[in-house]
């Protein structure tokens, strides 16, 4: 089939693959000049599906209720007249139970770990680099709750099945030794044995390449204005006044969904804001092995190569393209705190990006009312750890096949 995907960060390029490994004609438009510029460009490295779990949790809203005057809070609101806004909020709110929060929390991680085997076979498959590690993620507690929470959360693991240790702050300091370079006294750590990392930016790009070689055409520069429909089947993709002919069309556009409002389709997906920095390793024993994740600030640090990557905050102000002095000060101060001496933090390059969030955490890979159009959205701050597979799963939808998750 002549398959148009219209977006090209992780989700677009992963679905791109997998769509031209089954023997499709795929062609994937891109308003930017290349592949994985927006909200796939500056995340923070980690494929964690030990991690993946849903935001709308029990004691949540008391929580973004008590950070919402921290210039530096880890999740701040910043209400807005706006519909979408409240109706998402509403959404989340209801999602914060003990219940909702354990069955989401259960479907995210079916993806996340079945993303992951997919993710070390297309590796083992085809070669492909991306400043890639497999030391796994650790959490840090710095507060005897904190590192109640990660007794909880350790029992948790237990009971799926997931590879993981509880450390106390000696055990921490043999994983990360750099981390014994703070003035932070951990109360202990919860380690991710089998989650990886890598430069999500870099892995779209020679993803891409391979696409294109398989046969996969990419338009930049290219931005779709509408899609033409007849009955309840997808026609056409507008790209202004030209008409591009599609026998299946793959919504895979992040946090940017107008496309579909006019064809009277509603995802709840709702642009929520992160922030990262990327700086210059200058002390290899000072920097992190692997990953940490600083429970205390929410802040996510891996090591990229010869590169230092630190990503957090959620911001839910709409697509505010501003870039707050005070919360990137705060971020680099703490990345400094943890990591003293070890990049060259005075010359970072900062950067923001719109994660797609659904209320309830789940993405949406699915099959509309329009019998040919597809969505590959809603991934949050998971699309790194789930498109591939998300992707591998869009091959199936498009074929008829069960899904395998």
Known sequence: MKITVIGAGVVGVTSAWYLTQEGH?????????????????????????????????????FKAAKWMFQPSAPLKVRPRASLSQWRWLAQFVA??????????????????????????????ETGIAYDHGTGGVLQVFETPEEYAGGERSAAVLASMGIAHRLLDRDAVLEVEPGLGRSGIRFSGGLQLTTDETGDCHLFCKALAGLAEKAGATFRFNTRVTGLRTAGHRVTAVQIGEEDLPSEAVVIATGPQIGLLKPLGIHVPVYPVKGYSLTAQITDSAAAPRSSVMDEHSKVMITRLGDRLRAAGI????????????????????????????????????????????????????????????????????????????????????????????
């Open 314 to 405: 959620a911001e839910l102000a709409g697509f505010d393209p501003a870039m707050p002095a005070p919360v990137l000060d705060g971020l680099k101060t703490r990345v400094a705190e943890l990591f003293p001496g070890a990049a060259d933090y005075d010359t970072a390059s900062l950067w923001h990006g719109f994660r797609p969030m659904t209320p309830d955490g789940p993405s949406r890979v699915e099959r509309t009312r329009y019998a040919n159009l597809y969505l590959n959205l809603g991934h949050g701050s998971n699309g790194w750890t789930q498109a591939c597979g998300t992707g591998r799963m869009m091959a199936d939808l498009v074929a008829g096949r069960p899904l395998p998750v």
């Open 25 to 61: 004609e795929v062609t994937v438009l891109e308003a930017r000049e290349g592949v994985a510029l927006e909200t796939s460009f500056g995340n923070a490295g980690g494929v964690c599906p030990g991690f993946a779990g849903p935001w709308a949790a029990p004691g949540m809203p």
């Open 95 to 124: 999602n914060c139970t003990a219940p909702k929060f354990a069955a989401n929390k259960a479907r995210m991680q079916k993806v996340a770990h079945f993303s992951k085997a997919c993710l070390v076979e297309l590796r083992e």
